[in-house]
C-alpha cells in the first residue's frame, strides 16, 4: 500500500535529534513562551524575510488573531475563498466579521482578482487570500486591488511553507500572514503549532498582547486577550525540522515534476505547472470527472488517495444559517478533485509506480 502519508515516516529520519531537542526542555525546566519559541520566531522569521514571527497555538488562532488584532468595526467584510478549507471562513466569524465569499481561478485553485474586485464593497476591510495546496496566490493583483480600497491583504499560508512568489516567500507577500504547524503540514510539528509573520511593528506588538492574555507582564493585563501560544516542545521540534524545509521541497518538487510530465491520462484535469518550481506542493490534487470510480480503481491497486475537501464550505451545517451565497464552480471542483500522494518519503520505485497506475486508470 502506498500511503497518503505517513507521519511516521515524514519523522523518521529526525527522530534522533526531534529525541534531543524534547530533553533540552525537559531538562531545561520552562515550557511556555520560553527561549525556544523566541528562537524559532527569529528563524522562521528570518526565513520568511519577514521582521517579525509570533508563534501561536495553530493556524486557526493564526487567523482569529490577526483579524481581531487589526480590530476593524462589528460587521466588516472579509473577503475569503469559496474553494478551499473551512479554518479560513470560521476565523472571519470567530473574529465577529462577515464572510464574503469568491469563487476560484479554475487553474490555480485560489481566488481570482477580477472576482474579488466584484465583492468589495463599502464594508469589506480585508481580503484573506490562501495558498490552496502549496500554490501562491496572486499576490501582485490581490495586493493593488487592497491598496486601491484600503484594505488589508492577509495570507492563509497553511499549506505555503517555503512556497515562492516573484522574489519573496509565502508569508512575506501580503500586511499579515497565518501558519499551522499541524503535524502533515510541509513543516509539521509532532502536535498543534501556529505562528503569524508580519512586517507591520505595530500589528505584531497588538498580537504579543492578544496571545497571551493581552498582557505583556504578568498579571497585568491591558487587553482582553486569549491564551494561544506556542509551545517550548513544539517550538523545539519545529526547529529540527526547518533548516530541512527546504529540501524536502525541492524532493516535492522533483515528484510534482514527474507527476506533471509523465501522467497522460486523459481523464485528469492536472495542476497548473506554469509556477511548479515555487509551489511548495503541499498537496497534488487532480480532477476527474468519476472521481469515487477513479478513487476505488486506485485503492484497489494499493494507492491510497484523500479528498481536499469533500464538501462546500457555504454546503456545511456549521454555516448553513449565514446563506453565504451559490458557488457552482466551487461546487463542481469538490465534486472532483483528488489528492494523489505526494510527500517527500515516497521511494523512486513508489513514483514511477503511482505514474504507471493512474496512467492505467
Ligand atoms: C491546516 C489549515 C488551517 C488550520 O490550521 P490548524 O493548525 O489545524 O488550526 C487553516 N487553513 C488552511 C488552508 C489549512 O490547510
Known amino acids: 500500500m502506498i500511503p497518503h502519508l505517513d507521519l511516521r515516516l515524514v519523522n523518521a529520519p529526525y527522530s534522533g535529534e526531534l529525541e534531543a531537542a524534547a530533553r533540552r526542555v525537559l531538562s531545561s525546566g520552562w515550557f511556555v513562551l520560553g527561549e525556544e519559541v523566541a528562537a524559532f520566531e527569529q528563524e522562521f522569521a528570518a526565513y520568511c524575510g519577514t521582521a517579525h514571527c509570533l508563534g501561536v497555538g495553530n493556524g486557526m488562532d493564526a487567523l482569529t488573531l490577526i483579524l481581531k488584532a487589526y480590530e476593524f468595526p462589528a460587521e466588516s467584510e472579509v473577503i475569503v475563498p469559496a474553494f478551499g478549507y473551512i479554518a479560513t471562513v470560521l476565523a472571519v466569524v470567530n473574529a465577529g466579521l462577515v464572510p464574503v465569499l469568491v469563487e476560484p481561478d479554475e487553474t490555480t485553485y485560489n481566488p481570482d482578482p477580477g472576482r474579488v474586485a466584484a465583492r468589495i464593497s463599502s464594508r469589506t476591510r480585508a481580503i484573506l487570500t490562501v495558498h490552496l495546496y502549496g500554490k501562491c496566490s496572486d499576490t501582485t493583483a490581490l495586493g493593488a486591488l487592497a491598496r486601491a480600497h484600503g484594505l488589508k491583504l492577509i495570507e492563509d499560508a497553511a499549506q505555503a511553507h517555503g512556497a515562492v512568489f516573484g522574489e519573496k516567500k509565502a508569508g512575506n507577500l501580503a500586511d499579515a500572514a497565518a501558519w499551522s504547524f499541524y503535524p502533515t503540514k510541509n513543516l509539521g510539528a509532532l502536535g498543534d503549532g501556529g505562528a503569524i509573520t508580519t512586517s507591520d511593528d505595530a500589528l505584531a506588538e497588538r498580537l504579543r498582547y492578544l496571545r497571551n492574555y493581552g498582557s505583556l507582564r504578568k498579571y497585568h493585563n491591558d487587553f482582553a486577550g486569549v491564551n494561544s501560544r506556542l509551545d517550548e516542545v513544539q517550538a523545539a521540534f519545529l526547529r529540527v525540522k526547518l533548516p530541512y524545509l527546504d529540501t524536502e521541497n525541492k524532493r516535492r518538487r522533483h515528484v510534482a515534476h514527474r507527476f506533471l510530465t509523465e501522467i497522460i491520462n486523459p481523464n485528469l484535469t492536472l495542476p497548473n505547472a506554469v509556477t511548479a518550481e515555487r509551489d511548495a506542493w503541499h498537496l497534488f490534487v487532480v ?75
Open 287 to 361: 480532477r476527474h470527472p468519476q472521481r469515487a470510480f477513479f478513487q476505488e480503481f486506485l485503492l484497489k491497486k494499493s494507492i491510497q488517495t484523500q479528498i481536499h475537501y469533500p464538501v462546500p464550505c457555504h454546503r456545511q451545517p456549521a454555516l448553513r444559517s449565514l446563506n453565504l451565497g451559490e458557488f457552482p464552480l466551487t461546487e463542481r471542483l469538490h465534486e472532483q478533485v483528488l489528492s494523489l500522494p505526494l510527500n517527500p518519503t515516497l521511494t523512486d520505485e513508489q513514483i514511477d509506480y503511482l505514474i504507471e497506475t493512474v496512467n492505467r486508470g
